[in-house]
C-alpha cells in the first residue's frame, strides 16, 4: 500500500452543498481567531505548572486515549498492545504500540477519532503521512523529535493552541499545588482551573468511602464525625477550590436524582455509612440528597453544577480488573433529568446565584428535557454534546435537537473533556465548522439573517462558554 | 443598533438544495389557496361569538403565549414582567412588556417563536420591523392602530385566516354558550367545535375532585353518587358536547396507560374517592380504567380521542404558586405507548366507531411505537409533532420517523395547540413548507413521482385533517 | 386514472445533493456486481430443496408479507381480504386479493413496501406498471405467467438474484430435512444455512411449553428430566444445526437481559416449570439465565448469537387469535443493553470464539448503548437497522447514530429479514444504495477518502456480514 499524504481541506466537515458551504466558510473564518476556552478537561494541571517536556509520542497521543484504544480493542487487540497499564514505556514499547496502532488504522474510518488523530499530526507536528503499518516509524520518528524541542514544552502548546483558559478535574482532597504554583508563577499568563469533582465522597456504600472520607476530615481540617461536619467539610473544600481559581463542580452518577431527605434521615444515613451499615439503598438515597447539597452550596459560593450521569463505569469487569478505570470500557444508559432534577430545581432554579449545565451521553433526553428546562429555567444550560457525541453528526443532532426550544443562549458552547491535551484544538476546530455549518443552514433557509449567524456563532465560540461557566 | 427590516423571502424554510426548493416552491404554491384547518387549540370561543375587539398588543400577543414569554424567562426575566399573572393591563404596562420583550429579542433566534411572531407582524399587521429596544415603540404603536380597527377584530381575522374549522378546548361542565351562540348566529358563516376535556374529572385523588364532581352532578342533572352515575353523568356531558358540534376529546395524563379494572373495584374506588379516601396509586388506577372507558364511549358516539400524554405540568413550584397553571413551566417526560394502550386496542382498536390520534412530546415513540400501531391499527393515527416539536426541524424528524412505517395517510395533519390566535396562519405556514420541503425530497430522491407529491401534500392540509378528526 | 408507467430512475434513493450524488453513483456502480448475502430470514429451505414452482403472485408477493399487509389493514380492510390465514388461495381468491392491493396503492406511498414491491415488479417480471385498480389484473396476470416459467422457480431465482448465502430460521427441534437435501444435492450449488432459534424452549412459562420439551427430549435422544439434561439437549440440537452448516442462533425475548442463576436455583425452576408450576417471574429469571447459557455454547460450539428483543408480539389480542402469529400485529417496546448484557459481556465479551449482534427497533440504543458496545467489545456487532427501520430514513440514521463511535467495520452489513423470496434484492439494493449516499456524503465533507470509500463499501456488502456471521 502506497504512503498517503494527509491534506487536510479547507472546506473540511463544512455542508456538502455549495451555497450553504460557501456561508459557513465564512462563518468559520469570522471565529479562526478567536482563543480557545476549554472549561471542562482531564489534563493534568502539573503538566503546565512543571513544564517538563513529553517523553514520546505514544504516552502523549495514544496510552491515555480511551477515544482511540476503545476502537482498537474492539477489533480484538488488547489494550495492553498500546502501552495501556503498563506503566512508564520504554522505547521500544513506545514505537511498538505506535505501530500496532498505525497498523489498525482502517478501524477508524468514519469516527471523530480519525479527524482529531489526523488534524493533529498534518497542523501540530506537521506531519502529513496516513497511519498505516508502512507510515509508523516515520510518524513516530517525526512526533518524537518534535517532542524533544522547546517548541512543544506544555506551556509552549498551551500559548500556541490560542487557548484562553484550560479547566482540570480534581478530587476534593488534591491540595490543588500545581494550580497554587502556576498562580503564582509570574512567568506564567495562562488560566488553569481546578474543578471540584466530589463523586467517591457521595457514594457512601462504596469500597474505601471511609478512608476517604477520614482523608477529607485531615485535609479539610473539619470534624467528619457527624453528618454535620461532613457537610461542612465539604464546604470547606469547595472554599479551598474557589481560592484557587474553580468555577465549577462536576458529577456523574448514575441517575441524575436530587430528592431531599429531612435532615434527621441524612445524619442517622451518614452515621450508618459511618459505621459501615448503610445499604445501597439508602447510599443512593444519601446520595440523592447531597447532591441537591451541592446545589445549595453553588448558591452561596456560586460554583456551577454541570452534570454528566448515565454512564455504566468499568462495565467490562475483568478489564477493570486488570486495567483499572477510565480506559474505554464505559457504557452508557438512559437518563431521566425532567423529574429527578425537579426537587433541586423546585429550590434553586431560579436562585440568581445558581447555575447548572446539563450533559448527557442519552440523546432522547436532548429534545425531550434538557431544553424544555433550559427554555425555562434561568439556571439551566444544555452542556455541550459530550463524550460519545462530540462528533460532527452528533453535534448536528444536538443543534436540531436542542435550539429550537431552547434557542442559542442557554447552550454552553463546546467542551472538549479530554485526557488528550494535543487534540484539544483539533475537538475545537471540529465543533466549530459543524457550529458554522449549522448556522448556515439556518441562513441558507432563511430562519436567520446573515449579520445575525455572525454574532451566533462568535456567541458559541466565546460568549456562551464565559457565560455558562461564569469565567 | 440600526433598525432591522422585515423581509419574510419566499423560500423561506424550504430546502437548501437548489434542485429540492425548486420542486418544493411548486408544491406549496398549490396549497396556498387552501383552508386552515385548526381541530385542536384553545382559543376561547367567545371571542368569536361576541367578536370584541383585541384590547392591546401585548395581551393578544406576548401575555398568554407560553412560548414566548418561557424562553425571556430563561433569559433572567420575570414572567410578570410580560404580564403575565398581572390581570388586565394598562396600556403602561402593556407597552413597558412589549418594550421588554423586544429587548430580548436575540434570545429566540434559531427558535420557532421568532419566525411565527415576525410572520405575525409582517403579513398580519404589515409591520416590517425585526423587535428590538429601538423599534418597540413603533412596533407597539402600529399593531394597537391596527386593533383598533373593524378588521382585525376577531371574525374577520378568522375570515382573513382562511379558517376552515376552529376547535376549542373545553371543561365537561361548560354549558358552551358560546358556541350556541355561534350556531344560532345567522350572520356567522364559520365553524367553532368544542372539545370534551375531562382530565380534572379523571384524575380522583387530585383536590378539589369531589367539588367538581358534585358540579358534574348538577350540570349534567345526573346522581354522582356512585360510579355508574358518574359514567352516566359524563356519558351525558359527551352528548351535550356532540349536541353542540364537537368532533373530539382530549385527554392529557402522565402517562398513556388504559388497564380495565373489573366493575366492582372501580366503583369501590370511585366511592372511596368520594369519600376523599383514594390513595394515589388506586386513582391512578381507576384513571386509567377512566381513560379506557372513554375510549368505549367514543366507540358509540363517534368522539375522536386525542391523546397528549407525558408532560410534568406545573415542573417549578413556586412559578406554578405564584402564577397558576400554562405559563411556560411545563416539562416532558418519557411516554410509553405500546405496553399502555394495549388493553384499549385490544377492545377499541377495530371498531368501525373508533379513531384515536396519538400525541406526544418524547420522540423516541415516533418510530418505535406510534408508526407501528398507526401502520396496523386502522382506528390510530399519529398526531402531528405537538408543542415543543412544532418546529422546523422536529417536524422533518417526525416526517422521517414515521412515513416509512406508517405512510401519509396515517397522519394527522399539522396541529397548530395554540393560545395566540394570530399566530395560526404562521404556524400552518410553517408546517406547510416544512411538509413542503420534506415530501419535494423524496421526490428529488425519486422515492415518489412529482404527480403523486402535489396528491400527498394536499391530502397532509386537508383531507388529513378532516378524515383524523372526522370533520 | 390513466396507467401510471414505472421508470425505476438509476438515481434513485441516492442523496439530492448534485455533487453527493456523483460520488455516490460511482460507489453504487462499484459494488453492483457482488453477491448478496443473507445471513438472517426466514425463506422456507424446502422452496429451495424441492424446487417447486411458485402457485400464484399472491401467495408468493402479498399474503406471507406482513409489511404489506399491515399497511392495507391500518386502512380499513380486513387481513383476510389479502389472502391472510385463508389457506391455499384458489385462482379466483388469489385474483381478488391481488386487486385489493392494488386498489389501495396509494397508502403505501413513502415506505419502502413501495419501493420494494415496485423493483420487484420491474426488475424481476418486467411489469412497468404503478399497481392500481385499473393495472391490477394486468400485473396480475404478467406475473403470474412468468411464474409458469422455469426462469421463475426457487433456484432459478436463487441464482438470478445473485445470492451467495441464505440463512433460514428453524426451530431447534427441525430435523433440517430440506438442509440435508440441498448439502447432499449435488446438482445444488447454493448455500442455505439453518439459524437455530430456541425461543420458545427458554419461555417456559409459555402455554405448550412442557410438550414442547418433551419433543426436545426425543428428537435429541437426551432426557430432559432435570435441568442439566434440558441444557445438554439444547446442545445435542445445536450440534445438529452446526452439522447441517448453520452459523447463528436467534433470540427474540421481550427483553435482553442475561442475569445468571446458581445452578441449583436454576435447576430448582426448570423442576418447576416442567410440574407447571412456574411463576411468570421465575420464568423470566429461567430465561435471562438461558440467554447467558446460550452465550456460553456459543463460546464453544462457534455459533454467533443474533438478538431481536423489544417486540411486544401479538398486539392486537384478537387478530392473533383469528389469524395466528407474524400477521403485522407486532409493535416495538423500549429495549435496553448495557445493563441487560452486562453479565454476559463480562463473562464471554472478550473470548475469542464469541460473536453476537445487537439489532433493535428502539432507535435510542443505536448511538447510547449498540456503538458503545461494539466500539469496545471485539465480540460485539452492530445489526443493521431491522424490520421497522430498514427504509431510507432509518438506515442513514442508522449509519449517522453508529458510525461516530463503533466505525464501520463494527456493523453487521443488511440483514433482509423477509418471508418474500422476491424481495430480497430489491431490499438490499436500498440498502448500498443508502450506504453509498451516507459514504458519499463524509467524501463530500471531506470526512473520508474518495479511495477509502470504495473500500468501506465494498467491506459493507461483503466483507462484514461474512465476518460478523462468520461465513
Chains 1, 2, 3 share one sequence.
Not at 493552541?161 to 480534581?170: K, Q, R
Not at 463523586?199 to 477520614?214: F, H, I, K, Q
Not at 461542612?232 to 462536576?250: I, N, P, Y
Request: charged share 25%; with cysteine.
Amino acid at each position: 500500500m502506497p504512503d498517503v499524504t494527509l491534506a487536510p481541506h479547507p472546506d473540511r466537515l463544512l455542508p456538502a452543498d455549495p451555497g450553504v458551504r460557501a456561508i459557513a466558510r465564512g462563518l468559520l473564518d469570522s471565529v479562526a481567531g478567536l482563543p480557545i476556552i476549554s472549561p471542562h478537561g482531564h489534563v493534568p494541571a502539573h503538566w503546565l505548572a512543571d513544564d517538563v517536556p513529553f517523553t514520546d509520542p505514544t504516552s502523549l497521543l495514544i496510552t491515555p486515549d480511551h477515544y482511540v484504544t476503545r476502537l482498537l480493542h474492539a477489533d480484538g487487540a488488547e489494550l495492553s498492545t498500546f502501552g495501556v497499564g503498563e506503566g512508564p514505556l520504554t522505547e521500544q514499547q513506545a514505537r511498538a504500540a505506535f505501530r500496532a496502532v498505525c497498523a489498525r488504522w482502517d478501524v477508524v474510518r468514519g469516527t471523530p477519532v480519525r479527524l482529531w488523530f489526523e488534524a493533529q499530526l498534518v497542523d501540530l507536528f506537521g506531519v502529513a503521512l496516513r497511519p498505516s503499518a508502512g507510515t509508523a516509524d516515520r510518524i513516530y520518528d517525526a512526533v518524537a523529535a518534535a517532542l524533544a524541542t522547546e517548541a512543544f514544552r506544555p506551556r509552549a502548546l498551551y500559548a500556541r493552541f490560542g487557548l484562553e483558559v484550560l479547566a482540570t478535574t480534581d478530587d476534593p482532597c488534591d491540595d490543588l499545588a500545581a494550580h497554587a504554583r502556576l498562580r503564582d508563577d509570574p512567568t506564567w499568563t495562562g488560566r488553569v482551573v481546578p474543578t471540584f469533582r466530589p463523586d467517591r465522597y457521595l457514594e457512601t456504600a462504596r469500597d474505601g468511602w471511609n478512608a476517604d472520607v477520614d482523608r477529607l476530615g485531615e485535609v479539610s481540617g473539619v470534624e467528619v464525625g457527624d453528618y454535620a461536619g461532613f457537610v461542612r467539610a465539604l464546604e470547606a473544600r469547595r472554599a479551598h477550590f474557589v481560592a484557587h481559581g474553580a468555577v465549577s463542580t462536576d458529577h456523574s452518577h448514575r441517575d441524575a436524582r436530587t430528592d431531599p431527605l429531612d435532615p434527621a434521615e441524612a445524619s442517622r444515613l451518614y452515621a450508618a455509612a459511618r459505621r459501615g451499615q448503610v445499604t445501597v439503598t439508602e447510599a443512593t438515597a444519601l446520595r440523592r440528597h447531597l447532591v441537591g447539597e451541592m446545589a445549595r452550596m453553588s448558591c452561596d459560593d456560586g460554583l456551577v453544577m454541570t452534570l454528566h450521569p448515565g454512564v455504566w463505569r468499568d462495565h467490562h469487569r475483568p478489564t477493570y480488573e486488570r486495567y483499572g478505570a477510565d480506559v474505554g470500557t464505559d457504557i452508557p444508559v438512559a437518563v431521566e433529568y425532567t423529574d429527578a432534577l425537579r426537587p433541586m430545581l423546585s429550590r434553586y432554579g431560579t436562585h440568581p446565584g445558581f447555575q447548572v449545565v446539563l450533559f448527557t451521553l442519552d440523546e432522547t433526553v436532548f429534545s425531550r428535557e434538557i431544553a424544555p428546562l433550559a427554555g425555562f429555567y434561568p439556571s439551566v444550560y444544555a452542556g455541550a454534546p459530550w463524550w460519545f457525541l462530540d462528533a460532527p453528526d452528533a453535534i448536528r443532532r444536538y443543534r436540531a435537537a436542542i435550539t429550537e426550544s431552547a434557542g442559542f443562549a442557554k447552550t454552553s458552547g463546546f467542551v472538549d473533556d479530554t485526557r488528550a491535551f494535543c487534540s484539544i484544538p483539533a475537538r475545537h476546530d471540529l465543533a466549530r465548522r459543524i457550529d458554522a455549518g449549522f448556522v448556515a443552514g439556518l441562513v441558507a433557509e432563511h430562519r436567520l439573517d446573515e449579520e445575525e449567524a455572525y454574532a451566533v456563532l462568535h456567541d458559541l465560540v466565546v460568549t456562551n462558554p464565559r457565560k455558562a461557566f461564569k469565567l
